[in-house]
């Protein structure tokens, strides 16, 4: 918003466009007790897939000792 010198205010839009990538996505949910989700997390690190940092920490459900993480993994498509 821009103030001009007659006192209106007028809005000036700029657009801001990245560059568009082809990229996939694929979205790991695990479900689990915790040990079970942090060793899963650990393995598919170990195996290179991704980090253990690319997780989401885990939360608990709700449900009695169930806990979820996320990992979202982008990839160039072709």
Same mark, same amino acid.
């Given at each position: 918003?821009?103030?001009?010198?007659?006192?209106?205010?007028?809005?000036?839009?700029?657009?801001?466009?990245?560059?568009?990538?082809?990229?996939?996505?694929?979205?790991?949910?695990?479900? @689990?007790?915790?040990?079970?989700? #942090?060793? &899963? +997390?650990? %393995?598919?690190?170990?195996? =290179?897939?991704?980090?253990?940092?690319?997780?989401?920490?885990?939360?608990?459900? @709700?449900?009695?000792?169930?806990? #979820?993480? &996320? +990992?979202? %993994?982008?990839?160039?498509? =072709?």
């Amino acid at each position: 918003m821009f103030q001009s010198t007659d006192g209106e205010t007028t809005s000036v839009s700029t657009a801001f466009n990245l560059p568009s990538f082809n990229q996939e996505t694929v979205r790991h949910i695990l479900l @689990g007790d915790y040990a079970a989700l #942090i060793e &899963v +997390m650990k %393995r598919l690190a170990a195996l =290179g897939y991704c980090d253990r940092t690319a997780w989401s920490d885990p939360l608990p459900t @709700g449900r009695s000792g169930e806990y #979820i993480s &996320v +990992m979202t %993994r982008r990839r160039r498509a =072709g």
